[in-house]
């Protein structure tokens, strides 16, 4: 499928933004510099009011985003408005695709109605979202077990679903997780939520050798920071790294200090530049680079 | 229930698991755990629980017949007592039998979240009793409005987190927590505090704490000679709520029960199941600002994903979780049970909500009239008796969820923003001077 | 007890009637109802007076194994958890058993005095619980530093009367309840708070509290096959003392009981009964000043008349009765019921006493190690157990009279004026901010 | 016995205040404005830390004296101390009496010793006060069933022991009373403690009629404050009318003024004067005026 396109010639380097922080205008800008940095696949959050999968960093960036205006429908605009010619991925929480669909609690507005459940489900998502371009999705808080109807909805629409596996992901779940994935597989490198750790954790290792007869990419992420981990991920076999933290971080920081757009997404450009090589050179140490 | 539970997810449409993969093995693990220890006993769990609940807990609490509320009503009100438990609410029920399961699935450490602070109490209470370290998530705001929990938690040991995001309530908290277990789950144990959240503990909570109405309905037999035409409980989460359901749940026949069967045989009937939610100021919304000045989930909310599973929630159009709001915090929360939701649906429970000043008022009779100070979530229940007593048939009983000694300056606060008749002159603490409570 | 006691008002040397003539008819009238309600079960009164303390109060109250103390003093412990009763301490027993006679008494009006707030807020709530107006008379200084108790009497719908003489505490709060007495004798009842005052008050609270003893010898005989070696309680006016003590008065045999009796047999053997007292921060008194910083009125008290009662009091030696002084309000007064004094003459009874310091160490201990937040009165008792379980035998009954919500102010301030490494930190309130508890 | 005489020829005016209210000097004064006055006999009131019988006023009074350093062995100097020619009556509670005998205990300070039961009970006290002249006794929390080892030492040193009789005091009661008491009989006109009030109990006409047997003087006190009221009083029969709260309003309210000394004892002289004056004319309206 699709997304698997961008893992083909080299290692991917997959970073992550929440779409609309600060703000729309300089989110994109910002999203750009990414692109232009070397970003093979790039995953916009958009943004859930109940982040129980995200650490602190990109949390505070959902406030920013939800604080400047970001809804399902701004997303939609943003992609839209975006001038990138990478693949791009939805991260966001199951609870808006689900409501997308519920066109009766959409228009309601005052009481709430009581019986509004949703009779379409994520169907009208997936369908809006392959419109503006987006070519899969990733969803924390959606397990194998939970996935059918998006999963559906995405084959319909050519969309990939990602998953998530977990350090502890193991037996008949990573059976199932097998089935459903396409695109690329997100390798949680660590326990934890999102954040950017100092080192490379060994569970790594063990996760890509459990995942080592799977037939998607497999993308490392959770704690990436630097260059050199980017190199140490993709040497232990990794596909592609996943960066999202370490990168919003810095539009907090920009933010925060008042920097000029442009300030920050150079920082940005630099970073993905840096982490990009650093999977480059990866890969070139590899013991056997066979790849997928 | 049957040991199927612990292998089935969902209420209908309801519940299922939608929690980060980090956590899938842990409930899995922890579907594993209730299956055994709890629905077949293994290694004795169900006899220490019910003996803990007993010696440590306090319990039975009584099903005291309300002699001034019947005679008020023309109604038998029966109490049941679950003030009286210790720690003072419902909420340990839940906390000692997750404690001790952690115990038996070799946890070493124990975390929970906590709005009003009740179920943190809880929480820290079984989590000394049976030495286990225990750390509460609470959200800054609630810190700040219910500091005797606090206090408590602190005294019995537990390390308190503030959560600083968002609002500050146990919305945040709960997020939080589940973070902290995504990055400790291998020896920590998430003790959730309601019927809320992935499965298992949707049933799992329900199962710890059906002994209120395992207790009520035998209690209620045995002083009535057959069952109660109602149980009314308040609603939040709905852990007591359902707590005070389970056992009559199958009692759904066609015809009231309260035509009393003067023979031995057991009682049959229907018994009607009505879940008081938090009215708030209003059921309005505010789209714009993301606000429901209310948390009556089960009679306004919609459909959706929250905290691992699918219910019924206060959500805008897009999906966004609203702040809920109520004189109570222990109602306080934008979900429900998934298992409140299905039986809603399937028209087994009546949802009904009760607004703040009818909260207040009853608040003050309960206490004026049977001496029984009610905490605040408990005092919804009683302001649907007072408005709706016609409905309910000729015997009801009200789960009395927990104290209200925590409520105090709430209350007080409320009351003095309000012109309730009822409420008593407080000035004599003005006119004497000294601090806060 | 016999139903001669309703006509002897002595305990050897202790006790009496010295009270102002306008009184006599009163407690003359009194001791009639005391003999033919309590002791001859009139009317059926003992039995009502029973089935509302199950059903109203939550009794029976577990008689608990204390796994963490027992495991510290290689002792086992048992916890006879009074904390658990409604309202929060023992005090329940006797505030609804009068209220209750006044009831058959045919009263109209109830009156009682209060120190810590917790007999008040009892009294407040059986009066609510059985409909009849009550006034508290609570000293100026108390009801600043007791203020959560003050809001639960209000709230329950009792007048709270602010006694202004004095120092404004317990002592100032009875001579003014009895002035009260004294101008409406005909159509009042005066609860007093505990086994003191003048006949019958010391013996029927005894009776009233003797729940506890009758409760706790069963349950002990059923968890560990015997009596125990010691019962161990704190003692202010000594109600929660004597309640506790009474059924094992007469297991007075020359050895200790531990060795259980395998047999069916009725248990037999010696039970030590150790009263301890509030030894505050000093036990040397301030002859000049009249404040014994202390209330060890048993061990170190001189018999003298207090209260329309002769019994052991501090006091200067002119007669005048001085100031007492403890951690815990409900300890804080310069005389003890009668009958522990004989008692203790009687060498039937142990006095001793726990400082302020040593009190306040073993309420964070019995927290932390049990999840049982005990009041300060209560942590007195525990605070004797650290220092001296190696005396108690085998088997201890601890008996807990009440919880420590109402203390968690004190206990915060007082923990911060001390070095104590037990203490949690408190920090968590301060960064959080807000106002008082 | 002596106190009887004080209400041989006309009704007696007993008037109550405490020794040392506000202070040692000015109470000597004020007593002795009371004898100036026209009393026959005067309760002395030596003050006890917790006065259960009496109101507010009388309270006030004793915390005042209290305060000011009175002790028993100072009261024993005040009574020596007093220039007055009319017999006194030492109204106190029994702690102090009981107590006084307590040589032990007496000589103890710093930590107190626990096992100093009096051993002599009332004897050394009533001997002390029969030394410095007193003439009897008002203990208002010893009732006649406890008043045994009190009435002895008073029979061993020739004082009166008065008790007081209470609106609800009756049948075997007051058989025990009549057998014990001597002097005079104080009738407590009201359920209640001491303090002024503004009428006349129709309680005291049902107790003197109760007392008509007996053969001591009735005296009537709680709430007299006026001439008129005295002469009500004895009008209804009694022999004698007891003020105490009126006159100690008067010492109240001049230490509270600051007044001089001689202005208060004016006061006080001039409404003793008052209430001697409408007892007498009480006496001379009753119907038959047989005086026992
Ligand atoms: C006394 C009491 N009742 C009810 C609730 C609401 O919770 P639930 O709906 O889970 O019973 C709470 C929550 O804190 C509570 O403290
Ligand atoms: C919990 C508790 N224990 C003990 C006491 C002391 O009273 P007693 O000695 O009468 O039991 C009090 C008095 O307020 C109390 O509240």
Redo the contacts between chains.
């Keep these: 499928m699709g997304l698997e396109r961008a893992f083909a010639d080299e290692p991917a380097f997959v970073p992550y933004l929440a779409a609309g922080d600060p703000n729309y205008e300089d989110s994109l800008a910002y999203v750009e510099a990414l692109a232009e940095g070397g970003a093979d696949v790039i995953e916009l959050g958009l943004p859930?009011?109940?982040?129980?999968?995200?650490?602190?960093t990109i949390?505070d960036a959902i406030?920013r985003s939800?604080e400047s205006g970001m809804?399902?429908?701004r997303f939609f605009e943003f992609v839209e408005d975006l001038d990138v010619d990478v693949p791009l991925v939805c991260m966001t929480?199951?609870?808006?695709?689900?409501?997308?669909g519920?066109s009766e609690?959409?228009?309601?507005?005052?009481?709430?109605?009581?019986d509004?459940?949703?009779q379409e489900g994520p169907r009208p998502f997936v369908e809006k979202a392959a419109e503006v371009g987006i070519e899969g999705f990733v969803v924390?808080?959606?397990?194998a077990?939970?996935a059918g109807p998006l999963r559906e909805a995405c084959d319909e629409f050519g969309l990939d679903l990602v998953?998530?596996?977990?350090?502890?992901?193991?037996g008949d779940?990573l059976e199932r997780m097998m089935e459903q994935v396409s695109g690329y597989v997100y390798v949680?490198a660590r326990?934890?939520?999102t954040g950017a750790r100092d080192d490379v954790d060994d569970a790594t290792e063990a996760s890509l050798a459990r995942l080592s007869d799977w037939d998607v990419p497999k993308a490392v992420g959770f704690g990436i920071k630097t260059g050199e981990h980017a190199e140490e991920i993709v040497a232990a076999g990794a596909d592609g790294v996943i960066v999202g933290s370490a990168l919003v971080d810095i539009v907090a920081e920009g933010h925060e200090d008042g920097d000029s757009t442009e300030a920050v997404a150079d920082r940005l450009e630099s970073l993905a530049r840096e982490l990009k090589q650093g999977a480059v050179r990866g890969a070139q140490e590899r013991p056997q680079p066979e790849r997928t | 229930m049957s040991t199927d539970d612990a292998h089935d997810?969902k209420f209908g449409?309801y519940g299922?698991?939608?929690?980060?993969?980090?956590l899938?093995?842990?409930i899995?693990e922890l579907a594993d755990a209730y299956g055994r220890y709890v629905l077949e006993n293994e290694d004795g769990f169900m006899d220490e629980f019910r003996e803990r609940l007993a010696d440590f807990g306090g319990r039975p609490t009584p099903l005291q017949y309300a002699e001034q509320l019947s005679a008020r009503y023309d109604t038998d009100v029966y109490l049941k007592r679950e003030d009286l438990l210790h720690g003072g609410a419902h909420k340990l029920n839940n906390a000692l039998g997750q404690v001790l399961l952690a115990k038996y699935m070799g946890k070493e450490r124990i975390i929970a979240e906590t709005g009003a602070g009740q179920h943190g109490t809880a929480t820290a209470m079984a989590a000394a009793h049976l030495d286990m370290p225990c750390e509460i998530y609470m959200g800054e705001t609630d810190i700040a409005r219910q500091r005797p929990n606090v206090f408590r938690m602190r005294i019995n040991g537990a390390e308190v987190n503030p959560v600083t995001?968002?609002r500050g309530t146990l919305?945040e908290a709960?997020?939080e927590t589940?973070?902290d277990w995504?990055?400790?789950?291998?020896n920590t144990h998430y003790v959730i505090g309601s019927i809320v959240g992935p499965h298992p503990f949707p049933k799992m909570v329900r199962d710890f704490q059906a002994v209120i109405s395992e207790e009520a309905r035998e209690q209620a037999i045995e002083k009535t000679g057959g069952l109660p035409d109602s149980v009314v409980a308040c609603a939040g989460g709905g852990s007591n709520t359902m707590g005070a359901f389970a056992e009559f749940v199958s009692d759904d026949g066609a015809e009231r029960s309260s035509a009393k069967n003067p023979s031995g045989d057991e009682p049959r009937g229907r018994v009607d199941l009505v879940a008081v939610e938090a009215g708030g100021s209003s059921?309005?919304?505010d789209?714009e600002k993301?606000v429901?000045p209310n948390s009556a989930t089960l009679?306004?909310?919609?459909?959706?994903?929250?905290?691992?599973a699918r219910t019924k929630?206060?959500?805008d159009?897009?999906?966004?979780?609203m702040e809920s709001h109520s004189v109570s915090a222990g109602l306080d929360y934008a979900g429900v049970g998934p298992e409140l939701a299905h039986l809603v649906d399937e028209g087994r429970v009546t949802p009904v909500n009760v607004d703040d000043d009818a909260a207040l008022e009853a608040f003050h009779r309960l206490s004026q009239d049977e001496g029984v100070i009610p905490a605040l979530e408990t005092a919804h229940a009683f302001g649907y008796l007072e408005e709706n007593h016609d409905e309910l048939g000729d015997t009801v009983v009200v789960n009395v969820s927990g104290r209200g000694d925590k409520d105090l300056e709430t209350v007080i606060e409320e009351t003095s923003k309000r012109d309730l008749d009822i409420a008593p002159d407080m000035s004599i603490l003005n006119r004497v001077g000294g601090g806060g409570i």
């Design positions: 859930f009011s109940e982040p129980i999968a995200e650490g602190k949390q406030v939800l809804t399902p429908d929480y199951y609870n808006l695709i689900y409501q997308y519920d609690s959409r228009s309601d507005s005052g009481t709430a109605s009581g509004t459940a949703s924390p808080d959606l397990p077990e939970e998953f998530i596996v977990a350090p502890t992901t193991r779940r949680q326990l934890g939520v | 997810p449409e299922g698991q939608y929690v980060p993969e980090a899938m093995p842990a899995e995001v968002g919305k709960i997020s589940m973070r995504a990055t400790t789950v291998e059921l309005t919304v789209e993301g429901a009679s306004t909310g919609d459909e959706g994903v929250l905290h691992g929630l206060l959500q159009s897009d999906g966004q979780i």
